[in-house]
């Protein structure tokens, strides 16, 4: 009988253990990916991949090859008294604009909507549709899981 109790006591340690491991590996799991996003691309898409490429070339000498913008893009003008270039990694205001608008920015640069634009965003009109929106699809798959939850409530397009 006092065998029997003593082997449920371990049974019962055991489930205890394993079902503790498995919380911690979850909570793990879930704290990594927050991060993983701009180490780790084996899980991307190949339209990701493809974005990914084609903003090293195009945009990245502006933008930085982490998306975090020039330093200063917010309180300071460049030499010439232009903006700096913002980040587009979601810390800047890039998620606050519709799909299209980005997509227009990319392609046409500020001068679609102010043809008297000086600004340094002269768009990448030699880009076809489907290399924009593999940028786009690059550039929100670095966001943060909060503002892309938010990206896609406020943006259903
Ligand atoms: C020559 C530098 C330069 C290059 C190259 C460049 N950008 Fe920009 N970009 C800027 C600047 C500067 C701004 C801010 C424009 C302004 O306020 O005049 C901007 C603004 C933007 C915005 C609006 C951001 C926001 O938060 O409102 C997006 C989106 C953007 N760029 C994407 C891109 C992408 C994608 C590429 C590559 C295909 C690219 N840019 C290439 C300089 C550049």
Redesign the pocket.
Known sequence: MKNIFTYSLIVIFLFIVIFLGLVFFNEKNRNDDNFSNLVSMENASEQILLGSSL?LE??A???GNKLQGQPKWNIEKDSDG?????P?NGT???WH?NQEY?FN??RYG?KKMDPNYK????G?ED?TDDEIWS?LAY?KSIWPDSIKDKYESTNKN
């Open positions: 903003y195009n945009c000498s502006c933008h232009h903006n700096y270039a913002p587009l800047g205001h890039t604009h980005l920015i990319i500020f600004g340094k965003m002269m990448n880009l940028i550039v």
